[in-house]
């Protein structure tokens, strides 16, 4: 028995349709064989073949074989279960995710199909990932908030990697008073604005996106591990994100340390 996936192509009068069909054959040498005896008759038995297409119906239908894949017996009953609504075609499914008190720290659980899960650890130094497989073995990585946010080139450092301004590693999410009295890499107050505009949250959008607490008293300490607040515009900014441009985390950086302005 062989398992096939096939792509057809068909026409029906002026509208143009990609068709995608499971099935089986008894151990057919080619599989564009195959596929092809499959959709000679897809639609009844076709009338004539012409250049690749069967026609069918006194022409008004047509079809052809746009591509065809042998599965494995696993592929072809879990493509099976999804093309009839019986299993979702995602892979990973998120289990939790919010606050642990008790650890007090951020935690992601992910199911991994069939094969395990991965648990995501938030901590002050960046992240832990933990996976474990169906025997619950674990492999452990941790990823560095440094390593996602390299000091940028515009930061000028000696050999030793210190600010040539100040002689400190001061590139960390601060500029010195040095690096602010030479107007280092000082933005423009279009792109102030423009990042003001795009990446403020409000203090209900931001806890209800992270799960936590619309409660001040109960969110802020942990809403200022990642992220800065704007008493004049009352929204919250992150301090480093993966999704900041060069010139965002610049931005960020100034309104950050001058944000008494804002």
Not at 157 to 178: A, R
Not at 249 to 262: G, S
Request: negative net charge; glycine residues 8%.
């Amino acid at each position: 028995m062989k398992y096939l996936f096939i792509t057809l192509k068909v026409q029906d009068g002026e509208n143009t349709h990609t068709h995608r069909v499971l099935t089986t054959c008894y151990d057919h040498d080619n599989i564009l064989q195959a596929a092809d005896g499959y959709v000679s008759d897809y639609y009844d038995q076709a009338d004539e073949k012409r250049d690749g297409w069967y026609y069918f119906h006194d022409g008004t239908i047509a079809a052809k074989v746009e591509n065809v894949e042998l599965l494995t017996e696993y592929e072809y009953k879990l493509m099976s279960k999804i093309f009839s609504g019986e299993a979702r075609p995602g892979y990973f499914n998120i289990v939790q995710k919010g606050y642990e008190a008790g650890l007090q720290r951020e935690e992601l659980e992910v199911n991994c199909g069939e094969n395990g899960k991965m648990m995501i650890y938030k901590t002050p130094e960046g992240f832990i990932v933990d996976v474990y497989s169906q025997d619950d073995e674990v492999d452990t990585m941790t990823i560095w908030e440094d390593d996602l946010t390299p000091m940028p080139d515009e930061y000028e450092t000696d050999d030793d990697g210190n600010c040539k301004y100040c002689g400190e590693k001061c590139w960390e999410g601060e500029m010195c008073d040095e690096q602010q009295a030479g107007g280092f890499n000082n933005p423009t107050e279009d792109e102030i604005d423009a990042y003001l505009a795009y990446w403020g949250q409000s203090q209900g959008e931001i806890t209800s996106n992270l799960g936590y607490s619309e409660s001040h008293e109960e969110s802020d300490d942990l809403l200022m591990e990642d992220y800065f607040f704007l008493e004049g515009r009352k929204e919250w900014y992150p301090k480093l994100s993966r999704m900041y441009t060069e010139k965002d985390q610049q931005v960020a950086d100034y309104v950050r340390n001058n944000r008494d302005n804002y």
